[in-house]
């Protein structure tokens, strides 16, 4: 009854969400629903579990969150971001649009910018580019999948999107973990994803198929828009990468910060320095971004528009972290119960390599999937399994650098299922459907779950990190 229980309400999460239904509201009424069939008494499994552990999610990455969605937002309005996006497709060209593309989007999020605005702000250049190359507009989320969501959201060191950052509160690491191994798949990943939708170009051409004659959400750029230079543009998300690997690698941090706050007995007090610094210097490194964006784009604010940028990033962050936070409750009420210890045992008793890392990149790739959240179901495997993953690692002699990377990649892999928060909205906004062009992310999906095994096997063979 209880792996019933589990089952089910899997199947109810993964349903309500992919109509659209918000996991806020839903993630606890199936937790609720698993637990019941387990025997739990619901208000504890409520108040106690399922809170508890959202709330230690919150504790941990809301700055980051908040910090980040403001400093999206602010550079989309302050057409900072667009004139990146558009500078590289000008640039590039439509003989190499996909191309264009995918390096406007993976520009952008490793400068530190939410793969969620990043849709936005090259969505209506990727489009008229497509449309004047006669690329069928079906290809377009994909490739702008290829460049927001995957080296560059938890491959390539140094990487500010939360997926990297995760790790680092569990292994004591920095975002510059195995960095050689991170470059080999980040860049294995976009050159196979490239090479895959230009193959699927030079098919739908060969058959005749253009662009397609699509009246939804079709954007309209005007032929005068300016937009800041691209020189100007950029600025804010090298400081982002600078300052961020500047309080990473070379700012000395007093190793005993902490023990005032410890000696308070506060509630989740992070156990050493190191366990945080990655977070203080993200966070740190996007307030400065923040701050020189509205100095440079300023100008391009409207009357009032700097409040209501600022606002609605703030209020965007809100929603970006509940609906994780409450991803990562249901996957703590679900791993409590009984029926999960059969699975997590298995999970664990893979010894494939003699080492932990098989075991961590199916367990997170797993997690990952189930929950349609990649930072959610990292974090809920990493709660889980990430001293005994550790532990392992220590009595082998291994790094948690390759902990680090290999939890990271994992994350980004199954991941972007149909029911994936992130797919939804770059759908939408693209005006297509699942049926148009989900079969192309599904491949770019299968190629980062694939990257993941391979990077493991590369470590094994030459122990590179």
């Known amino acids: 009854m209880e792996v019933i229980g589990i089952i089910l309400s899997l199947f109810l999460l993964m349903f309500f969400a992919y109509r659209g239904f918000s996991v806020i509201l839903f993630a606890p009424v199936f937790a609720l629903l698993a637990a019941s069939m387990s025997g739990l008494s619901l208000m504890p499994a409520y108040t106690e579990l399922f809170m508890a552990k959202a709330v230690t999610y919150i504790k941990s990455f809301f700055p980051v969150f908040l910090l980040g969605a403001v400093f999206g937002k602010i550079m989309e309005d302050t057409g900072l971001a667009k004139g990146i996006a558009q500078a590289i497709i000008k640039t590039l ?22 793969l969620f605005v990043v849709v936005f ?14 690329i069928p507009k079906r290809l377009l989320p994909a490739s702008i999948a290829l460049g927001a969501f995957t080296a560059t959201m938890d491959c390539l060191p140094g990487t500010p999107q939360i997926q990297n950052l995760i790790p680092t509160n569990f292994f004591g690491t920095n975002i510059y973990a195995a960095p050689v191994l991170g470059v080999i798949g980040g860049v294995s990943i976009f050159a196979l994803g490239i090479t895959w939708l230009d193959r699927r170009r030079k098919a739908a051409q060969a058959a005749g198929e253009g662009y397609g004659a699509h009246t939804l959400n079709e954007p309209e750029i005007k032929e005068d828009l300016a937009l800041p230079s691209w020189q100007i543009a950029v600025l804010p998300l090298l400081t982002v990468l600078v300052v961020n690997f500047v309080m990473n690698r070379m700012f000395t941090w007093d190793p005993n910060m902490l023990a005032p706050f410890q000696a308070m007995k506060l509630p989740m007090t992070a156990p050493a320095v190191k366990n945080v610094i990655s977070i203080w210097s993200l966070i740190i490194a996007l307030v400065a971004g923040i701050l020189l964006t509205v100095a440079l784009g300023y100008r391009n604010l ?29 996957g703590n009420v679900v791993a409590s119960l009984g029926g999960f210890k059969s699975i997590s045992g298995a999970l664990m008793s893979i010894k494939i390599g003699g080492s932990p890392l098989v075991s961590e ?60 928060g992130a797919v939804i909205t770059l759908l939408a906004v693209c005006g297509l459907t699942h049926k148009d062009s989900y079969g192309d992310i599904f491949v770019l999906t299968c190629i980062k779950t694939l990257m993941v095994f391979v990077v493991i096997a590369l470590h094994s063979i030459t122990g590179i990190l």
């Open 93 to 114: 060209g439509k003989e190499r649009a996909i191309l264009a593309v995918v390096l406007a989007g993976a520009v952008l999020t490793y400068g530190g910018v939410s």
């Open 361 to 420: 990149a199916v367990t997170v790739n797993v997690l990952a999937g189930i929950t349609g959240s990649a930072s959610g179901g990292m974090s809920i495997a990493l709660d889980l399994m990430a001293k005994d993953w550790l532990a392992w690692a220590n009595q082998i002699g291994m790094s948690p650098e390759i902990l680090h990377r290999v939890a990271s990649m994992a994350s980004g892999g199954m991941d972007t299922l149909p029911h994936n």
């Open 302 to 330: 409207g009357k009032g528009m700097l409040a209501k940028s600022l606002n609605a990033g703030a209020i965007g962050s809100l929603l970006a972290i509940m609906n994780t936070a409450s991803e990562v409750g249901y």
């Open 121 to 134: 702000a090259i969505y209506p250049f990727a489009a008229a580019l497509f449309k004047e190359a006669e």
